[in-house]
């Protein structure tokens, strides 16, 4: 008995899948990559720019700037005078002391607050301290400047004692040098970080007779 053949009938057309559907699923596919694509490259753009933005910040109004330190006025009290013999010019009387104000202000140029430690003022006389103050820590807010009233006792004993005074008394002029150093720390963003010593040497004159400051000439010096 001969076998037939059996033949399968074929799927209706509705059941096939045509070309058109595979080009839609494949247009489809393309479209999500290109969207995908055109995402991923805006937001590397985005951050790109914003990246180098920030860096332009950083170097130009974010760069941080050196405080800047200032003498702007001295003032001097209580300066007992004596007559003494072999001098045309009244001398600093011993045992007395002299008390010099000084009005110093820390400018802070940055967009950053600039903490301070404690401030050091001396004044010598002929290379010889005779005299120093501390001042309390603080803190100079952004762009803004911080004014310190700072008093220094003067012992003038260390004064008349020195040999080159009689030099001095002839010419009616005290000639004294003052150092303040500041050291503090400049932070920006909570990143960058920079620590900053402040130095200013100036040469004070003294008039003896009217007791006041005749000349005063500062020098300022920035250490990292």
Not at 192 to 219: E, L, Y
Request: proline share 5%; hydrophobic share 35%; glycine share 4%.
């Amino acid at each position: 008995m001969e076998e037939r053949e059996q033949v399968k009938p074929l799927a209706p057309a509705s059941d096939r899948p045509s070309s058109n559907d595979d080009e839609t699923t494949l247009n489809k596919k393309k479209f999500h990559q290109r969207r995908c694509f055109k995402y991923c490259v805006c937001v590397s753009t985005f951050l790109l720019i914003l990246a180098i933005i920030l860096i332009i910040l950083i170097f130009t109004v974010f760069k941080i700037k050196d405080p800047i330190i200032r003498m702007n006025g001295v003032t001097m009290e209580k300066l007992d005078l004596v007559n003494t013999s072999g001098t045309i010019l009244p001398m600093p009387k011993p045992g007395s002391n002299m008390t010099i104000k000084a009005d110093v202000s820390v400018k802070n140029p940055n967009y950053a607050s600039f903490r301070y430690s404690n401030t050091t003022t001396t004044i010598s006389y002929r290379d010889t301290v005779v005299g120093e103050a501390r001042g309390p820590p603080g803190k100079s807010k952004a762009r803004r400047t911080m004014r310190m009233n700072i008093t220094i006792d003067i012992i003038t004993d260390k004064i008349v004692s020195h040999p080159g005074l009689q030099d001095d008394i002839s010419t009616g002029l005290l000639t004294m040098n003052s150092f303040t150093s500041v050291g503090g720390r400049v932070k920006l963003l909570n990143m960058i970080k920079k620590h900053v010593v402040v130095k200013m040497n100036c040469s004070i004159t003294v008039n003896i007779t009217s007791q006041s400051i005749q000349d005063q000439k500062c020098t300022k010096k920035v250490k990292l």
